[in-house]
């Protein structure tokens, strides 16, 4: 531990730094200091100092690190993985070395040994005077606001498509998400998030009785991070669709039913085990078909291994279900035009496959 005053960040992914400010600040007694929100800038300072051929969120998480340390941070956090994540926080912590940056680097890959001592471990090198008493308590009111997180998503990409006053209704989402990058206690986190359902249930929705809807299967950073997938869900939810997206952090790391439960019954299409989300993708993508959605986005990042294994068994099901799947790759290179052209026709084709079939 080099610094006296720990000042610590955590590179950029959806709105989850907001909980980690909350557990660093209040739970292990540090300073955070959050990102900016993530940009084309991000995006280039990453690509321009990564390997060529490494995946998109490899180079998003690179530069919102630079950035992190060009606001002060003096010491950074990179989460483990259970795919190529698990490495990346070796290779980034060399190429900021690299560049000239002086700071801490605490890999929570390390601590990724599955053992309770771990976490006191994991805490202990944020802050060696830590409260552990207090930070598992904190650690705990920080999972709560991560689900509220995503409940209330969830519920803003379902139905913001549709309210009355569309301006209102993401006004109401935004206040929320500010909210929790703000709150200090357990009351801050549970009254606003009591408030941002009471004010989303005000809001006028005009849903008809059986609207389009469609689903989103991907990768865990690229199908849930609105950068990183140039808020797709924004964008369809826009065009009047009702989008739903099963992984998330909560229902990841915390609700998962487990790989032998959805194995069962995925067992059609899938006997092996492909990969981290292999088998979340491909049962959640069974499941969005057998509630009758009207399509499918597979998201994910350029060169993700698992996420291009597993399209072949996608389109089995999309042919005997009969649900078209759209599948979105997306690099450094990226263009909004082209993601929109894309998405256009696919809310078309839908659109007429409904009237059709309905």
């Known amino acids: ?24 600040e209040n739970g292990l007694g540090v300073s955070c200091i959050v990102p900016p929100p993530l940009s084309d800038r991000t995006l280039k300072l990453g ?11 490899f180079k ?21 993985g259970i795919c190529k994540l698990g490495y990346y ?51 705990f009111e920080a999972l709560n606001m991560g689900a509220h997180l995503d409940e209330i998503t969830a519920e803003y990409y379902q139905n913001c498509g549709f309210a ?28 606003a998030y009591r408030e941002a359902r009471r004010a989303m249930l005000e809001q006028k929705i005009e849903k008809p009785a059986n609207p389009l809807r469609v689903g989103i299967t991907g990768d865990f950073y690229t199908a849930v991070d609105a950068f990183s997938n140039a808020n797709v869900e924004q964008r369809l939810a826009d065009m009047g669709v ?6 998330n952090v909560t229902n990841r790391m915390l609700r998962y039913p487990g790989e032998k439960n959805l194995n069962i019954k995925i067992k059609d299409y899938c006997r092996y085990e492909m990969g981290p ?5 491909i049962w959640a993508t069974k499941d969005y078909a057998e509630r009758g959605f009207d399509g499918v986005l ?11 294994d597993i399209m072949p068994v996608l389109q089995n099901i999309s042919r005997d279900y009969k649900m078209p799947v759209l599948y979105l790759t997306y690099d450094s290179q990226t263009s909004d035009v082209g993601l929109v052209t894309r998405l256009e026709a696919f809310y078309d084709m839908i659109a007429m496959r409904k009237k059709v079939f309905r």
Request: aromatic content about 12%.
């Open 164 to 191: 009355a006053d569309r301006h209102a209704y993401q006004a109401i989402y935004k206040n929320f998400i500010s909210e929790m990058y703000s709150a200090n206690s357990a009351l801050q986190i549970g009254h």
């Open 47 to 57: 690509a321009k100092y990564s390997p060529d051929f490494v995946c998109t969120p």
């Open 60 to 80: 998003i998480t690179l530069g919102s690190m630079i950035e992190a340390l060009e606001s002060g941070a003096n010491t950074l956090l990179m989460a483990y």
């Open 242 to 247: 009702e989008v739903h997206r099963w992984i």
């Open 89 to 139: 926080g070796e290779l980034q912590e060399q190429i900021l070395r690299d560049l000239g940056y002086d700071f801490d680097f605490i890999n929570l890959e390390v601590y990724n040994t599955g053992k309770k001592k771990a976490f006191i471990d994991m805490a202990k090198a944020v802050n060696p005077r830590v409260n552990m008493p207090k930070c598992t308590a904190v650690f």
């Open 277 to 281: 989300n292999s088998t979340a993708n």
């Open 1 to 24: 531990m080099k610094y006296t005053e720990r000042k610590v960040a955590f590179p950029r992914y959806a709105e989850y730094n907001a909980a980690l400010k909350y557990l660093l």
């Open 298 to 308: 597979h998201v994910k990042a350029a060169a993700c291994t698992p996420e291009i």
